[in-house]
Structures are given as structure tokens and as C-alpha cells.
């Protein structure tokens, strides 16, 4: 396996894996399915997909364009697979692959969600996702068969996985799908009602902001996976900074405790040249899919 | 010599900056933020050095910016930053920090090396180290030709210019006569001599997609790949500088990852040694675990202090 050596120095680059099949998710979101070698021969490329954990994340790497950080959305006999939202250059051409594409993986990297071994039978859990963020709760609610899964979305054409986990709580901005609203709505009903022992959550600031804070005051523990602009993935560039805290090895889980103490969580990030932004300038779900320039007419 | 005390003295003097231990983080690894410096001071180090800084932002070179392999790590990050107006904002306490924090300045030439310095040093940094040695970013260092003994020179008098605080001169451990490089940087004005930046470039190609892993193709090699080179890098520099009769101190860059590699680096002629690489091997916490094994080395081999065995392996 690709453990640490005691006296040798860990290797950290990508394996490439081959792109199996796309799946349409919504009017925005693929799955990518990767072929996963068999153990032997995985572990001898270095890919320990023993030591994934839902919320641990990896370097994709697409030669010649780019490497960003992407959690998987799901791991099983039968692969591995990747949740793409398309928005810029590299998630386009991702979300663009076609079966015998090579993705290169780096990873598993970071800490992802810990503590859900204990709530394996517990129907006190809930997994908030909003926007793309639900596709980082997938695999852990697929450890969590009792728990509810809730997420928020645009409009109906925006949500996600709606046939792979039933029983799940869906709200939209608009009415479209599911309850008119928030999913911070639900959390509060459940808190009212006492229902809730954890909650683990992912999507834009805002929202896990909010949940993150509302738990803290409810005394009920809750994780939150954060993004943020990575670089080198393992802890020594700093670029993906947040108070202190390297989101891409201290994270990118955080627990609620954590995030009361880093003042920049859901009001600012570092870009590529590591400037501060205020997160209110940035919009990370566009309100409308991009689409193609017009055609020039005379 | 004053009495010998029981626990051995593993503060040092650089230029005149006193340090808690001889661990300096070094420049490029973590120093993005004020708060990171507070990490490194958490973690130990003696001092920590700020990342390279330039008149505008930049957003250096795609990712993968930064790998691992077997034997060390390769990186062309490209000199992202945020830019000098931003830098200031960012480290304006930075002479208040529990340990002294050093300021990195970058440039396409003399000049802009000159602005910069003037600029960033406003914040109260004890100290500035200029990098004229970065072997993978086009217009600067080594691509730059910053490393000849004339432009080390040039840019290091109009550096001197700028600040009145201790100057600190990156070599590259490329060139074979590093000696003559760090006696041009001590006759431009540089106070100490650091070294040394990453070595190469080097390539790690994938076999699979048979591209190269670096967007940038090809990044500098550092961590244990690079100590020997490093260690001898420090002894040249030590050696020309007695030869000249300079008295300058020389902190020794590469591969130090344990207490024995920085006393190592000491016997080279060392008086502080950075710490990069061993970041990713042992997390921020190293440079506590480092001045702590050094400490016990010392007791073991009977030193009293670092002056006494500092360029001990110079004949």
C-alpha cells in the first residue's frame, strides 16, 4: 500500500485512471465513472482507495490544462466516480470527457468527515447539501442509510440524484421541485423538534455558514466541507490558507467548534495570486447556465 | 569560552537577529499569510520567511504546480502572489510577531527588485532575503540570468539602496563556482548568504499519458534529493568566505529534515538552516521537532553551543 515509510519519502503524484461512463445528473452536473485497477495493482501504482473517507478529496489532473480539487461522489466495486458542475475551463472540459478519456488522480488528500461510524444506525443525522455540494455528501450518505439527505437547489433542472437516495428532503429557490425555500428551514424544524444528534453539510457559504452557526448555538455537532483554491494539495504552499488553517490538509472538514474560531469562513478566499476576496463578490453557482455567445449577425 | 552549560545552547545570531534555534521556514513554503507565520512560530521555528513578493500580482503557472517523488519534491509554483500593495496589507504587523519574520522581495531586474524592498519593508521585517536563483519562472532568477556574479552584484547594490535591515542573497546550487557568487553578494552590499534555492529544474514524466506531470513541464527539485548537494553548496560558500577573510553568516537550504541534517549544515559552515520540504514529511510542527533532536543530538555529542562546531568540516 502506499503507506508512509518510516525512513522514506512519500511519493504525491497522479495515477491515471480511464473514464468508464458519463452520466447526465441535471441540466448542469455529469457523473464521471472511473475504471479503479484491482487492489494489487493499484497499490502498486500508489492509489490507496483503502484510506478514502466520503469527504477526503483528490487532485484531478487533465495533462496540459489543470489539477483542482474534486471529492468523489461515490467509491464501490465497481469504480470510483467524480460529480462534475460545469462552470470554467477545467470543469467544462471535464464534465466533457468521453469513455477512454485519462484523468489523473492525486490522493486521497485531506480529512474528510469523521465521527459517522458512530451514527451508522441512527435516523438523528442530517446531510445538507446545497447546489453541487450534495455530490460530497453521496458517499457518506451511502454509510448512512438512516440518515436524512436534504438538499437545496436552484429549480427542479438543478437537483441532484433525486433516484439514487430515497426518502430525501429536497428544496428549490424557486418551487419547482420539492419545498419552496431552504434547507436551513428543515434544520431548524428538526432542531425545534429535538431530532437531531449531527449534522454534516456542503454548499455554497451562505448556507453552510448558517447551519454551521444555528447547530453551534443548538449545542448539535455539525462538519462542514469547505473550497477553497488549492495548489499543492498537501499542506506546503499555503495557498488554500483560511486563518491559519490549510484547508487542503487541517480540512477540508472542519467541525462547527473549528469554524467559529476562522473569521473568514463564508466571507472570504484567497484567489490564484493568494488576494483576499470578499465572498460576496463571487457567485459561485452562476444564476443562469452559461451559455454560448450568439452568433454575430449583420 | 564561558562555562559550559547543562543544557546546550541552540539559539543563534543572525545578522545580528537573534533566534530561539537555528530552524528557519523557508521561503515559498506556507508564508502566504500573516496567520501562517503565526502557524510556523506555533510549530517552532526559529524564524519564518514570507512568500516571494512582486510589484504586480501573479498567478504563477497552472497546477500541478507542486509533486512529490521518491526522493524529494519538484515544484514550479511561478512566483504566485498577490502583489507588493497587497503584501503590505497582509504583514503589516509583521515586526510584532512573536518570532522575526523574513521579508522575500522578487523582480525582473535591479529595479524592480529595489522597489519592492522599498515597499514591503515598511511592515517591519527583521530582515530581506532576495531569491536571484529560482530555476523555473521566465523572467526571473536563473531564467533571468540573476545568478551571474555581475547581476548578484548589480542587483544586490541597488537592494542595499532600498533598506537599511539585513539583506540575505538566494544562490542557485546550480552554477559550481557558488563561492564567487556569494562574494559578489557581500560586495554588492548582502549581509548573509542563503543557500540554496531548489536545484535543476528536473521532470517527472507520466508514463501513461507520456506528458510531463508539471503544467509547467519542469519545477525545482528539493528535499532529500537535494541536502548532499546543499551541504556541499554551504561548505563552498563557507570556504571562499574564509579565504576572503569576510565574516558573513550563511544559512544552509536544502533537505534538512532532522536535527542530525541541521547540525550537518552547521559543520558545512552553517548558521541557520531552512526547512521547506520537510513540511510535507513532517507537517508545521517540524521546526519544534527539529530544534528538539537537535538539542538532544548536542547532549549526546558533547556540544556545548552551535558556535563551537559551526564549520567544523572546514579544514
Known amino acids: 500500500m502506499a503507506a508512509r515509510k518510516a525512513k522514506g519519502f512519500r511519493p504525491s503524484l497522479p495515477v491515471v485512471l480511464t473514464l468508464a461512463e458519463v452520466r447526465r445528473e441535471n441540466e448542469q452536473m455529469v457523473t464521471l465513472l472511473f475504471q479503479v485497477p484491482e487492489a494489487r495493482e493499484a497499490a502498486a501504482r500508489g492509489l490507496d482507495l483503502g484510506a478514502f473517507v466520503p469527504g477526503r478529496f483528490f487532485m484531478l489532473w487533465i495533462p496540459r490544462l489543470d489539477e483542482k480539487p474534486y471529492a468523489l461522489s461515490h467509491v464501490g466495486p465497481d469504480g470510483l466516480s467524480v460529480s462534475v458542475h460545469k462552470r470554467g475551463p477545467f470543469s467544462t472540459r471535464l464534465g466533457e470527457l468521453e469513455p477512454g478519456a485519462r484523468v489523473g488522480f492525486r490522493g486521497p488528500l485531506g480529512r474528510g468527515f469523521w465521527d459517522f461510524e458512530r451514527f451508522a444506525g441512527s435516523e438523528r443525522v442530517g446531510l445538507i447539501g446545497g447546489g453541487c455540494g450534495t455530490a460530497v455528501l453521496a458517499p457518506l450518505a451511502e454509510r448512512l442509510p438512516r440518515a436524512t439527505l436534504v438538499q437545496g437547489a436552484n429549480t427542479a433542472g438543478r437537483v441532484l440524484f433525486r433516484d439514487r437516495f430515497a426518502g430525501q428532503v429536497i428544496f428549490t429557490d424557486d418551487g419547482s421541485a420539492g419545498r419552496k425555500g431552504f434547507p436551513t428551514e428543515w434544520l431548524d424544524e428538526r432542531l425545534a423538534a429535538g431530532a437531531l444528534d449531527m449534522v454534516y453539510t456542503c454548499g455554497p457559504e451562505a448556507m453552510t455558514a448558517a447551519i454551521a452557526s444555528t447547530c453551534l448555538r443548538a449545542g448539535v455537532a455539525c462538519q462542514v466541507s469547505l473550497e477553497r483554491y488549492m495548489k499543492c494539495g498537501v499542506g506546503v504552499c499555503g495557498q488554500c490558507e483560511c486563518d491559519g488553517r490549510l484547508v487542503c490538509l487541517d480540512g477540508p472538514t472542519f467541525s462547527a467548534e473549528e469554524l467559529a474560531q476562522m473569521p473568514s469562513f463564508g466571507r472570504a478566499r484567497r484567489d490564484k495570486t493568494g488576494r483576499r476576496i470578499d465572498l460576496a463578490m463571487v457567485t459561485p453557482c452562476p444564476a443562469e447556465p452559461r451559455k454560448p455567445p450568439a452568433p454575430q449577425s449583420l | ?315
Open chain 2, 1 to 315: 569560552m564561558g562555562k559550559r552549560r547543562p543544557k546546550p545552547d541552540i539559539s543563534v545570531n543572525l545578522c545580528g537577529i537573534a533566534l530561539r534555534n537555528p530552524t528557519i521556514m523557508a521561503s515559498g513554503i506556507l508564508g502566504v499569510s500573516r496567520d501562517l507565520l503565526m502557524r510556523a512560530a506555533e510549530g517552532g521555528a526559529g524564524a519564518a520567511t514570507i512568500k516571494s513578493v512582486s510589484p504586480e500580482p501573479r498567478e504563477g503557472h497552472s497546477n500541478p504546480t507542486v509533486i512529490a517523488y521518491e526522493a524529494g519534491m519538484l515544484n514550479a509554483v511561478g512566483y504566485s502572489n498577490a502583489g507588493m500593495e497587497e503584501a503590505v496589507r497582509e504583514f503589516h504587523d509583521a515586526g510584532k510577531l512573536p518570532i522575526p519574520i523574513i521579508a522575500s522581495a522578487i523582480g525582473r531586474d535591479a529595479d524592480e527588485f529595489a522597489r519592492v524592498a522599498a515597499k514591503i519593508m515598511s511592515c517591519g521585517f527583521a530582515a530581506l532575503e532576495i531569491p536571484l536563483s529560482c530555476p523555473h519562472t521566465p523572467g526571473y532568477g536563473v531564467m533571468a540570468g540573476h545568478s551571474t556574479p555581475e547581476a548578484t552584484e548589480r542587483i544586490t547594490r541597488a537592494v542595499r539602496q532600498a533598506t537599511e535591515r539585513p539583506i540575505l542573497v538566494k544562490l542557485s546550487p546550480n552554477l559550481p563556482a557558488i563561492g564567487e557568487l556569494a562574494l559578489a553578494a557581500l560586495e554588492g552590499g548582502a549581509d548573509g548568504i542563503s543557500a540554496v534555492n531548489s536545484l535543476g529544474p528536473g521532470m517527472v514524466i507520466d508514463v501513461e499519458t507520456r506528458q510531463p506531470v508539471l503544467d509547467f513541464k519542469v519545477g525545482g527539485v528539493s528535499g532529500p534529493a537535494l541536502r548532499p548537494i546543499a551541504v556541499r553548496c554551504v561548505y563552498d560558500v563557507a570556504t571562499a568566505l574564509r579565504k576572503a577573510d569576510v565574516e558573513a553568516p550563511v544559512v544552509g537550504i536544502g533537505g534538512v529534515a532532522t536535527g542530525r541534517d541541521a547540525l550537518e549544515m552547521i559543520m558545512a559552515g552553517a548558521t541557520a538552516v531552512g526547512i521547506g520540504t520537510a513540511v510535507y514529511q513532517r507537517g508545521v510542527g517540524v521546526f519544534g521537532e527539529i530544534a528538539r533532536e537537535l538539542r538532544r543530538l548536542c547532549v549526546r555529542l558533547g556540544i556545548g553551543s552551535l558556535a563551537e562546531v559551526r564549520g567544523a568540516a572546514l579544514s
